[in-house]
């Protein structure tokens, strides 16, 4: 009987959105705070795309044709999905449900059309959007990397201006000036939120054991 109720109130692991323009560097602050904060995974997400090099299947990204990425959405696996730059990326649902049911804190780092589904679907959700210290500083990363044309990068940064007018529908905003202090600010996020659900359980637990002392008192 206790039990059950235990069961109920039992806390999951959480699930965190992160989006950001390309070129942000979401990637590295998440790939850091993750080496740091072992409790935390990334989903692996699937995509139409092709794979870049050094990009390797079922780690960066499950990479499936049009085809079964369609037969996945229509067979109700997925999570959430969006058509980003001539591609269809989704999250698979079940890696995040097994996940959070086992205690982990699961971050999807997916594009801001994917975590408007994601906000109305699992209100439980954090929600957190990567800026970058100013615009000129993102057009000098993305150039940086020096892996697309022009014509690419400017593609990106017209996406970047649509996903930067869409950041107040976050619950955080973190501004990437240096990687430390973003994953200072992530940690002071995740674990914040933590410690108010640890709290509301340890109230919930103590509350019901009171409950079940005083219905025992009365049937004696
Ligand atoms: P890239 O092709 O550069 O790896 O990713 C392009 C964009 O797709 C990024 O903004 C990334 O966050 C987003 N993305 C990656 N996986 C997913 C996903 O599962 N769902 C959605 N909606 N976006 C994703």
Same mark, same amino acid.
């Given at each position: 009987?206790?039990?059950?109720?235990?069961?109920?109130?039992?806390?999951?692991?959480?699930?965190?959105?992160?989006?950001?323009?390309?070129?942000? &560097?979401? /990637?590295?602050?998440?790939?850091?705070?993750? *080496?740091?904060?072992?409790? *935390?995974?990334?989903?692996?997400? *699937?995509?139409?795309?092709?794979?870049? $090099?050094?990009?390797?299947?079922?780690?960066?990204?499950?990479? @499936?044709?049009?085809?079964?990425?369609?037969?996945?959405? /229509?067979? +109700?696996? #997925?999570?959430?999905?969006?058509?980003? +730059?001539?591609?269809?990326?989704?999250?698979?649902?079940?890696?995040?449900?097994?996940?959070?049911?086992? &205690?982990?804190?699961?971050?999807?780092?997916?594009?801001?059309?994917?975590?408007?589904?994601?906000?109305?679907?699992?209100?439980?959700?954090?929600?957190?959007?990567?800026?970058? $210290?100013?615009?000129?500083?993102?057009?000098?990363? @993305?150039?940086?990397? +020096?892996?697309?044309?022009?014509?690419?990068?400017?593609?990106? @940064?017209?996406?970047?201006?649509?996903?930067? *007018? #869409?950041?107040?529908?976050?619950?955080?905003?973190?501004?990437?000036?240096?990687?430390?202090?973003?994953?200072?600010?992530?940690?002071?996020?995740?674990?914040?939120?933590?410690?108010?659900?640890?709290? #509301?359980?340890?109230?919930?637990?103590?509350?019901?054991? &009171?409950?079940?002392?005083?219905?025992?008192?009365?049937?004696?």
């Amino acid at each position: 009987m206790r039990q059950d109720y235990y069961d109920k109130i039992a806390p999951r692991g959480q699930l965190i959105v992160v989006s950001g323009p390309s070129g942000v &560097g979401k /990637r590295t602050v998440l790939r850091k705070y993750m *080496a740091e904060h072992p409790r *935390a995974c990334h989903s692996v997400s *699937a995509t139409t795309r092709d794979p870049r $090099p050094n990009e390797v299947d079922g780690v960066d990204y499950f990479f @499936l044709s049009f085809e079964e990425f369609d037969r996945q959405i /229509r067979t +109700n696996q #997925m999570l959430e999905y969006a058509y980003y +730059n001539h591609h269809c990326y989704g999250t698979p649902k079940k890696g995040v449900e097994d996940a959070r049911a086992a &205690g982990r804190n699961v971050i999807l780092e997916i594009e801001v059309n994917g975590a408007m589904q994601v906000k109305k679907l699992c209100p439980d959700a954090t929600l957190v959007f990567i800026m970058p $210290p100013s615009w000129k500083e993102l057009e000098r990363r @993305l150039r940086e990397r +020096n892996t697309e044309t022009e014509e690419a990068i400017q593609e990106r @940064l017209e996406i970047a201006k649509e996903e930067i *007018a #869409m950041a107040d529908q976050y619950d955080y905003i973190i501004v990437n000036d240096t990687v430390e202090k973003a994953i200072s600010r992530f940690a002071q996020i995740v674990h914040g939120h933590r410690y108010s659900i640890n709290c #509301m359980t340890e109230f919930l637990k103590t509350y019901i054991e &009171g409950e079940i002392h005083a219905q025992e008192r009365l049937a004696y």
